[in-house]
């Protein structure tokens, strides 16, 4: 399984370090000294050779990368490493594969269908999960606890909580029996004014 574990930000002084905005629970271990790391858009495997922290954020230096250059070419990078989704030791808890993640009916905390899992953005600030939504639009939604409080892959689906105007509206269940039972009442008067009008059209 692919993990993402940070994405390389601006570069900082000139001998090629470069800040990395972390994406794991485990920095210590997954960017650790000697770690190597997978690269999308893929530019090749980056060997951390030295770590250190500024202003609350790790500033690495890949062997890869000379100078302040080529540590700029690096910016919105992902780096990610291959982990065992059989290996509990592995897995960070909250950490789910696009492949598990896509095909997974989402439902809102009040129980409204409001479409399927169909892709894993990995933005700047957070990933996203790419929802199609009942019409077939496309919805980008933060894939952060507050918005994406459960998600259940053996159970096929994934518990939104969206702030207002992030999907399409979606009516309740209830309110569409409502229209339904309004419909069939507007129905029932047609019927009724048209069996008025029949002895009126047989005098004729």
Known sequence: MELVVARA?????????VALEVRTDDPGRRLAVGARLRTDPDVGVLTIASS???????????AEVADRTAAE???GVLLLVDVDPDDPAEVEEDAWHRDQLVGL???TVDGRDVGEV???EHLPAQDALVLRQPSGATALVPFVRSIVPEVDVPGGRVVLDPPGGLLEAVPAEDDEAA??????DGQG???????????AAADR
Do not use: C, K, N, S
């Not at 930000?9 to 370090?17: A, S, V």
């Not at 250190?52 to 890949?62: C, N, W, Y």
């Not at 008067?189 to 008025?196: M, N, V």
């Open 9 to 17: 930000g601006r570069p900082h002084g000139l001998r090629g370090e």
């Open 52 to 62: 250190r922290e500024h202003q609350g954020r790790p500033l690495v230096v890949f």
């Open 73 to 75: 070419e690096l910016r």
């Open 105 to 107: 009916r989402a439902t």
């Open 118 to 120: 169909v892709g894993l």
């Open 179 to 184: 229209d339904d039972g309004a419909e069939g």
């Open 189 to 199: 008067e047609d019927a009724g004014g048209a069996g008025a009008e029949g002895p």
